[in-house]
């Protein structure tokens, strides 16, 4: 009898146990499509955007996107509207767990002087993808990660984190093909700030978070700009805009970056909660007085960002 009692003691203690485990963990890896991939550009039956033909305001968030209170407000980007399969050609339907992908833009396409754009108006600028112009952008407010309303220039990924949609045990890969070039390489000072980064000639961070709603600092993951895979000279004194750098450099007002591809991986297992990745365009060390007006020197006749700035060219989000 006592073992008998024992045994069944045991079964009931195992069954309870069971029926008490937290639903997620029971849902490890979730069914269905795996994989999108987004074009960063208005091209007709190509790219995964519609020309938009103003900058978005300020608006409530939406449910139910994370943070949705019915009056938190946050600064929307660009939506994504068309979604491809991985070879970038097979349109498919936008995955359940992607609730949202967008780029932050501050001119309408075409704009003169454009800062964040799809393709500017300068003969020289790369047309249609999504760009920032570091030429156009020292009047633009910069981003200091306190917050969603107050980033103006990001690509920004919103996701669904039910564990049905992502499974507990699962992590996104970010596949980011880009152009970024600078100037000069990454920092050769001199700067009145004591912080590194202020030496920099553009700076992007990585943040993530629970909520688009956020209103203290970000959580900041990692850099994404520097490096920079090309420049016009790669030294230079930086005393002047007349000094380590010769204009010939930038011939064509454009160095021709190489198109980069960086992978970075979001750990979501390890925090459930993360439902939006922001890459935030931080600050630059360009200025429209000098000794920081480089930009006017060399790239006089152009907004190109291929004289400094950035092109996304496309992003690819896996679940892994």
Same mark, same amino acid.
């Given at each position: 009898m006592v073992g008998l009692t024992a045994c069944e003691s045991m079964t009931g203690t195992t069954e309870t146990t069971v029926a008490n485990a937290s639903s997620a963990s029971l849902h490890r890896f979730a069914s269905g499509l795996k994989a999108v991939k987004i074009i960063t550009s208005t091209t007709t039956n190509v790219g995964s955007f519609a020309v938009p033909t103003a900058v978005p305001a300020a608006t409530p968030v939406p449910a139910p996107f994370p943070g949705n209170d019915g009056t938190a407000l946050y600064q929307p980007g660009v939506q994504a509207v068309n979604f491809y399969d991985l070879d970038g050609v097979t349109s498919i339907t936008k995955p359940s767990w992607l609730y949202d992908f967008q780029l932050g833009i501050t001119d309408a396409p075409g704009t003169t002087g454009a800062c964040a754009t799809f393709g500017g108006a300068g003969s020289q600028d790369v047309a249609e993808y999504y760009r920032v112009s570091e030429k156009d952008c020292p009047n633009t407010s910069i981003a200091n990660g306190v917050g969603s309303s107050m980033d103006p220039i990001f690509m920004r990924v919103v996701l669904n984190r039910d564990y049905t949609e992502i499974g507990s045990a699962e992590n996104l890969l970010m596949q980011i093909e880009y152009q970024a070039n600078g100037l000069r390489l990454n920092s050769d000072g001199p700067s009145s700030s004591t912080f590194a980064e202020d030496n920099l000639d553009q700076l992007w961070k990585i943040f993530t978070n629970s909520t688009l709603s956020f209103a203290t600092n970000?959580?900041?993951? %990692? !850099?994404?700009?520097?490096?920079?895979?090309? @420049?016009? *000279?790669?030294?230079?004194?930086?005393?002047?805009?007349?000094?380590?750098?010769?204009?010939?450099?930038?011939?064509?007002?454009?160095?021709?970056?190489?198109?980069?591809?960086?992978?970075?991986?979001?750990?979501?297992?390890?925090?459930?909660?993360? %439902? !939006?990745?922001?890459?935030?365009?931080?600050? @630059?060390? *360009?200025?429209?007085?000098?000794?920081?007006?480089?930009?006017s020197s060399f790239c006089p006749n152009s907004d190109s960002p291929l004289c400094l700035g950035v092109v996304i060219r496309s992003v690819t989000l896996m679940r892994i």
């Amino acid at each position: 009898m006592v073992g008998l009692t024992a045994c069944e003691s045991m079964t009931g203690t195992t069954e309870t146990t069971v029926a008490n485990a937290s639903s997620a963990s029971l849902h490890r890896f979730a069914s269905g499509l795996k994989a999108v991939k987004i074009i960063t550009s208005t091209t007709t039956n190509v790219g995964s955007f519609a020309v938009p033909t103003a900058v978005p305001a300020a608006t409530p968030v939406p449910a139910p996107f994370p943070g949705n209170d019915g009056t938190a407000l946050y600064q929307p980007g660009v939506q994504a509207v068309n979604f491809y399969d991985l070879d970038g050609v097979t349109s498919i339907t936008k995955p359940s767990w992607l609730y949202d992908f967008q780029l932050g833009i501050t001119d309408a396409p075409g704009t003169t002087g454009a800062c964040a754009t799809f393709g500017g108006a300068g003969s020289q600028d790369v047309a249609e993808y999504y760009r920032v112009s570091e030429k156009d952008c020292p009047n633009t407010s910069i981003a200091n990660g306190v917050g969603s309303s107050m980033d103006p220039i990001f690509m920004r990924v919103v996701l669904n984190r039910d564990y049905t949609e992502i499974g507990s045990a699962e992590n996104l890969l970010m596949q980011i093909e880009y152009q970024a070039n600078g100037l000069r390489l990454n920092s050769d000072g001199p700067s009145s700030s004591t912080f590194a980064e202020d030496n920099l000639d553009q700076l992007w961070k990585i943040f993530t978070n629970s909520t688009l709603s956020f209103a203290t600092n970000g959580n900041p993951f %990692s !850099v994404f700009v520097p490096p920079n895979y090309a @420049s016009c *000279q790669a030294g230079g004194t930086g005393v002047g805009p007349n000094t380590g750098i010769a204009a010939t450099d930038c011939a064509g007002n454009q160095k021709g970056a190489p198109i980069t591809v960086k992978q970075i991986i979001i750990p979501l297992s390890a925090s459930p909660t993360t %439902s !939006v990745i922001q890459l935030s365009r931080m600050k @630059s060390r *360009q200025s429209a007085t000098a000794p920081y007006d480089y930009i006017s020197s060399f790239c006089p006749n152009s907004d190109s960002p291929l004289c400094l700035g950035v092109v996304i060219r496309s992003v690819t989000l896996m679940r892994i």
